[in-house]
């Protein structure tokens, strides 16, 4: 049974714009109201739009972290793998990991002509 449009607007009275823009185009028939509805729980808090000014060393420093981050992540990444590498897998001294002579050895047994 259809529901008169009194008692329709009467449903909608207490929804957010947010609710009876969902409800539109809806078939289904609307629940009684013997639920009451709890605006605390739909309603979302209003934020203000309030932005803290802050000093413009300390955002150009904050933008320089943010953008520096992964690249720095990525260069301790490769050092850390050159160190486990060189010491673990191929069992030599930590020490000689950040000597130019082992990498120079190294590319010379990569690249020499056989």
């Avoid at 897998?89 to 056989?114: C, N």
């Amino acid at each position: 049974m259809m529901e008169s449009k009194k008692e329709t607007a009467a449903a909608l009275e207490g929804l957010t714009s947010a609710e009876r823009s969902g409800l539109q185009g809806a078939t289904t028939s609307y629940k009684s109201n013997s639920e009451p509805k709890r605006k605390a729980d739909t309603e979302q808090p209003v934020k203000n739009n309030v932005r803290v000014k802050r000093n413009p060393a300390l955002r150009v420093f904050l933008w320089l972290l943010r953008k520096s981050i992964v690249p720095l992540l990525c260069l301790i990444a490769v050092v850390g793998g050159l160190y486990l590498g060189f010491t673990v897998i191929g069992k030599q001294p930590g020490s000689e990991v950040f000597e130019w002579s082992t990498w120079r050895h190294m590319y010379d047994l990569v690249f020499a002509d056989s």
